[in-house]
DNA sequence: CATAATTAAATTGTGTGCAATTTATTTTAA
DNA sequence: TTAAAATAAATTGCACACAATTTAATTATG
């Protein structure tokens, strides 16, 4: 036992870097899709998409917000929630409203029918059940630590 | 202590179901987002969008790919994959070749170039460092669900 | 062996997602 | 107090992502 083993065990390791199953980014990024696409049939019986049920999650958890903090809250800009803010005010969910005290911003809101909506997406959730063969431990393990690595990324630099 | 508790609780329960602090999905979908955000710049350096960097993954890692395979790999159908197989060809990082066996498969290779760029991609993954505030063990533990939960949405139905 | 069924890519249409820029409004400062 | 800086949405351009459909090739079947 040389120098050989460790040359090799650091060349091993290194080109280990860029396989899939190494990659937290992967399984975050295909993880994510699925259960996107697991969503998508039911929230269509609710005439919704994916980033619209996300804002009124919001929407229903905090009542009427500015454009702005709502975007913070999921991360989302005014180049993608503006038109998303539009298409949910066609189908009557939400009211548009700049502020008269400051026209620059825009106040979003629940209509009736975007409160009544709440009701039939409380079974949403359970499209997952049976999709995602986590127990109920390690759902809240990973749901732990999704929360706390997305915390970190708030500090940009 | 009548009947009154258990009545607050349910319904106390059920009005948490929806908030965003208490779902899988927001933080998972949250999550995959910034951390493809954090990628852009570097990978824009070596010439790579994300899909693209993914792509150039899996060919790094089991080289000559069919287009099929490849997209079960990485979760994506041909209506997505199509384009971004044709910009890498653009690039110069991959070949597309029909097999002669079965012209309706294409046969997806890489080049020198593609093959160069694996040194240049594997600092890559540094990106991440100082964004995501886990613990070794803790990123090693939710790699591991998200594969584990990524395994489960294999079994459509 | 010829037609039906299957398979693999490509195409089409809709909906994000984001960087960069523009527009309108408000605040700050010279 | 007015020009400059800052702020909030909206717009533009590019790149996915996916359902649904189409096209081309291969395999299965009567």
Redesign the pocket.
Known sequence: MGTGEKIMVKSADKSEVLKLGNQLCFPL?ACA?EV??IY?KPLEKIGL????YIVMMVLWEFGKM???SL?EKI??????L????K?LEKSGFVR?ERLKA?????QISLTDKGNKLKEKAKTIPQALDGCIHLSYDELVTLRGLLNKALEGTKEKY
Chains 1, 2 share one sequence.
């Open positions: 990024y899709k996107i696409k998508r998409t994916y980033t619209q500015k454009e702005k975007g991360y989302l800009d005014s180049g993608t503006t038109p998303v803010l298409k548009r400051d026209e620059r911003v825009v």
